[in-house]
């Protein structure tokens, strides 16, 4: 009875409902303890890994659409493209408010169910203080079982029945990845759509991967070996320029077909590069910081250039409009600008996270005038048909009086997607392995090793190799995956996101006050966005179904002059 009795005069000199905020703080201050970054370096974060190899698709695209009508829908779909980033912002606010809503719950339910032990260390002096209390129980709320509610606190007045203000509840502390907030906000049917557009976005990602690589490196390896027969453009004897694409049947070392050479080295990038997907590993701070060095030297070498061959009298004069080419243009924008599916990654490490909407809006602003200034001096600098469709590739016999110098511009942007691609694939092939794994969880929870180890890493490699294998078309490639998927990646998406979140939080809360509400949230833009991306997914079937019929018609093939404006 004694013992008793000192357990309930401990009880009420010391609270469980100091213990419960020492344990919430504490792992709320583990959640937000990692590696953090300032804003300069968040700009430059978020642009590097913004501008990727949508950048090196664009131009050829871009040229054929016509400048005017190009610039057009870069712009107009760099603003979507913004006003659903900022949805994504405000969806991943609102579900760390959530997440904070239901552990309060857990913590509510834990300071009535927490064992108190009988024997408790004192302080000096034989004095209970409060840091030999929390030292010792300051894992309970985790570890608690089966008591006697004689020794439990009456809690008369807890901390977990105090509200949050809206401020502290709308953070970006904790890091929600879009398939996170799926699974947080969306109901089963939802879930399951969305599994299947990333994992068909991401299959588009790594075919596109596939191809680049070996295509350049064909390029390189076939232009290098065979004289050029008089020419001087290093890579024309083996090149048919008709649409500006190479000829399968070109022979490299007067025996290979340049598609078996390309294919030679899809099997060589897989071989090299494919086991990494069996296995668990992330891009180090120092690589990243390596490719996006190397990209931006690159993509500033290519605007000089081309600006200084057009300012020497070397330009063409590109269309103002090319309605039959916007479809693959529509595309190739969405890829160049997709970014909602990283943007928790880039957003949760900012050590401020006030005017979070600007700072991207200043990101999308600098990148917009980055790719308008790229696709602008390759329009003007080279013929649309004639252009390669991975824009480094064009940049053959730059300077004809320094030959040396020209080699070594050639070599160094040819490879330049070489290094940059093979660095990130492995990890685009990771995500597609863990997001069909999720799919596979919607189902069937368990897994088998072979499934697990074996067959999904196997399933994320063979659909991309398939494709790769009967094109090496990336600008095609780039359309498709950013017209279809990617518009339910960029588009609906976050759109079905915040929409959902906004409709749980106020079910829980009854009122709905995110201080990083996007500046598009009325509900008319949400429904502008969903109507704009339905229309868009018709017009581009239609006119893939057209092209596909007009290819099959005789007679027909390049026939788009009634489209054009000059």
């Not at 879009?178 to 588009?204: E, K, S, T």
């Not at 399968?248 to 099997?267: A, D, E, K, T």
């Amino acid at each position: 009875m004694k013992e008793l009795k000192e357990d309930k005069e401990f009880h009420s000199k010391f609270s469980l409902s100091y213990i419960t905020r020492y344990a919430f703080k504490k792992k709320h201050s583990q959640s937000t303890s990692q590696p953090s970054y300032s804003r300069i370096f968040a700009f430059v974060y978020i642009l590097n890994l913004i501008v990727g190899v949508g950048a090196i698709a664009m131009p050829k695209a871009f040229a054929l659409a016509g400048w005017l009508l190009g610039l057009f829908l870069l712009i107009v779909l760099a603003l979507l493209s913004y006003m659903t980033a900022t949805y994504v912002i405000e969806a991943m606010a609102t579900a760390n408010a959530y997440g904070v809503i239901k552990r309060k719950e857990k913590e509510r339910a834990y300071s009535y169910a927490v064992v108190i032990p009988r024997s408790i260390q004192t302080g000096e002096h034989g004095a209970m203080t409060e840091e030999s209390i929390v030292h010792r129980h300051k894992d309970t709320i985790e570890d608690a079982e089966v008591f006697d509610t004689s020794l439990v606190c009456e809690e008369t007045s807890p901390l977990l029945h105090t509200d949050y203000s809206h401020i502290e509840l709308y953070q970006l502390n904790t890091r929600y990845e879009m398939g996170d907030m799926a699974n947080m906000f969306f109901n089963p049917i939802a879930r399951l759509l969305y599994y299947i557009a990333i994992i068909v976005y991401l299959y588009g990602d790594m075919a596109i991967y596939i191809a680049t690589v070996p295509k350049s490196l064909a390029n390189i390896t076939c232009v290098s070996q065979i004289p050029s027969q008089n020419i001087s453009i290093p890579g024309s004897n083996i090149s048919n320029r008709t649409n500006g694409t190479h000829a399968s049947n070109g022979l490299c070392f007067g025996m290979l077909q340049f598609m078996n050479l390309y294919r030679i080295y899809i099997v060589s990038f897989i071989l090299l590069l494919g086991p990494l997907i069996f296995f668990d590993l992330s891009k180090s701070k120092w690589l990243q910081l390596f490719t996006a060095i190397l990209r931006n030297i690159s993509l500033i070498m290519m605007i000089l250039i081309a600006a200084i061959q057009i300012g020497v009298g070397k330009r063409t004069m590109p269309s103002i409009a090319n309605f039959s080419f916007v479809p693959n243009l529509f595309g190739v924008i969405i890829y160049a600008f997709m970014c909602q599916h990283s943007i928790p990654g880039m957003i949760t490490p900012l050590n401020t996270k006030r005017k979070v909407n600007l700072l991207l809006f200043v990101d999308y602003f600098s990148i917009l005038c980055y790719y308008a200034t790229l696709a602008f001096t390759a329009a003007f600098r080279f013929n649309a048909d004639a252009m390669e469709d991975v824009y480094t590739l064009n940049f053959k016999n730059t300077f004809p009086t320094f030959p040396i110098l020209s080699y070594i511009i050639y070599y160094f942007l040819a490879l330049f997607p070489v290094f940059t691609l093979s660095t990130s694939f492995p990890i685009i092939g990771i995500t597609l392995r863990e997001n069909l794994k999720s799919l596979w969880s919607q189902f069937r929870p368990e897994k088998p090793w072979v499934i697990d180890r074996l067959l999904f890493p196997i399933l994320a490699l063979v659909p991309p190799i398939i494709i790769a294998f009967f094109t090496m078309d990336v600008e095609l490639l780039v359309g498709i995956t950013g017209s279809y998927a990617g518009v339910c990646v960029q588009y609906l998406i976050p759109v079905a996101l915040v929409f959902a979140s906004r409709r749980v939080i106020i079910r829980e809360r009854g009122k709905y006050m995110n201080p990083h509400k996007s500046p598009f949230s009325h509900w008319l833009f949400l429904l502008m966005i969903v109507i704009w991306s339905v229309i868009c997914l018709i017009v581009m079937t239609i006119d893939r179904i057209d092209s596909y019929l007009h290819f099959l018609t005789p007679n027909n093939h390049n026939n788009v002059s009634n489209y054009t404006i000059y």
